[in-house]
């Protein structure tokens, strides 16, 4: 359903002849569509275990590095 909602949205937003009420019904499904991205993410987020230990490297290190696999690795 996200593929078909961007799609109709990069249809509508291009139309130059588009009137108020489409653009709004499009942001509120967008909204919708969003909302539920983030449930999902969050609920998978949750069920993730939990390293107390571990440190997690983000890569931006005052050594300038990236994250490895990033591609951008300091050699």
């Known amino acids: 359903m996200g593929a078909e909602l961007l799609g109709h949205a990069r249809a509508l ?5 588009a ?10 499904r ?3 569509s969003l ?5 999902v993410a ?7 275990p939990v390293d107390d230990d571990s440190q997690v490297d983000t890569g931006g290190g005052a050594d ?3 994250a490895p696999g990033s591609g951008r690795e300091k050699t």
Do not use: Q, Y
């Open 13 to 17: 937003l291009g139309d130059r002849k």
């Open 30 to 32: 967008l909204c919708e």
């Open 42 to 48: 969050e609920s998978r987020g949750a069920r993730l």
């Open 19 to 28: 009137d108020i009420g489409e653009v709004r019904f499009l942001a509120e």
């Open 35 to 39: 909302r539920d991205v983030l449930r």
């Open 64 to 66: 300038g590095g990236s």
